[in-house]
């Protein structure tokens, strides 16, 4: 099956409601583009899954801030579609911002007390914007399933639950993170990273990587673990918007790692470009 464009949501209706009377179920890969191995990962999990494979590409305007990188976050829509063709993906969305806020545009999303902590402490209106995009997707599609990176384990755990508290209907897929060579979090944002800050970057991987190798060894307190990274990545010229090791599950902050579940989620600018990372901290 060759690639297909979808332009508007009648035509997605009308594909959708095709599939269902053909007994075809359908995978949904929402994006931002700028593909990389990661998204390729998570079209892999989908064709796994569905007979049909959907990715979206939309650069969400209302999930960045003020002063945020919306401008200069890197868009290749020709080479993304040549990705999709390879990768076997059946239909590409890819809509503009009127299409998906048109005029007079007032109702979203939010999903109360995931949003909060974490990335929402220094970027208020982020997940608004992306669950209000996410809803909209899921609401359009209507996916049998939806896959989505752990490496943005925030947002995954709060469109896990909108997805639960709204009924959409589909089944949330998590896919863990794909990495470099050197451990780097594969990132569309990598691509605004100097030579200089893409070493630097490799930071959040090593820092991580202590964390669960000291939890392994015995290490039980977050404290400790939090202010070992927070060396770490100020000696490599990270600046830290957070760090925290929090329960998998509610993304509460944990005192000490005394079950299976807890990670570290960190957040930190490598000059200018904010990356996250994030890591399973196990107790034994």
């Known amino acids: 099956m060759s690639l297909s464009f979808l332009t508007t949501a009648e035509e997605i209706r009308l594909q959708t409601a095709a599939l269902v009377a053909q007994g075809r179920r359908l995978a949904l890969v929402p994006t931002m583009g700028c593909l ?15 007979e049909v494979v959907a990715l979206s590409i ?3 305007p209302i999930q960045f801030g003020q002063g945020e990188d919306f401008g200069r976050y890197p868009r290749q829509l020709e080479e993304d579609t040549r990705i999709c063709e390879r990768a076997g993906v059946d239909w590409l969305y890819a809509p503009t911002a ?28 982020h997940f608004r914007g992306v669950a209000t995009v996410v809803c909209k997707l ?14 943005d384990f925030q947002q995954l755990c709060l469109i896990c639950a909108m997805n639960r508290d709204l009924g959409l209907g589909a089944e949330v897929v998590g896919v863990p993170t794909v990495r470099e060579g050197d451990g780097l979090a594969l990132s569309s944002r990598n691509k605004l990273l100097s030579m200089e800050e893409r070493k630097q970057a490799t930071a959040l991987f090593r820092a991580l ?29 990270i600046r830290t918007d957070y760090i925290a090791i929090v329960d998998g ?6 005192e000490r790692i005394e079950a299976e579940g807890a990670r570290m989620l960190i957040a930190g600018f490598a000059g200018t470009t904010r990356l996250i990372d994030n890591m399973v901290l196990s107790p034994t």
């Open 209 to 237: 990587s202590t964390a669960k190798q000291r939890c392994c060894q015995g290490e039980r307190s977050a404290p400790f673990l939090i202010e070992e990274a927070r060396q770490s990545l100020l000696q490599a010229g």
């Open 98 to 125: 009127e299409q998906v806020y048109p005029p007079g545009f007032q109702t979203y999303v939010t999903c109360e007390a995931l949003s909060q902590p974490l990335c929402g402490q220094s970027r208020p209106t």
């Open 58 to 60: 939309f650069v969400n």
């Open 138 to 151: 899921l609401a359009l599609f209507r996916p049998a399933w939806a896959v989505f990176g752990e490496k």
């Open 249 to 254: 599950a509610t993304l509460q902050p944990v």
């Open 36 to 50: 990389h191995a990661g998204h390729l990962a998570l079209v892999e999990a989908a064709r796994k899954r569905a």
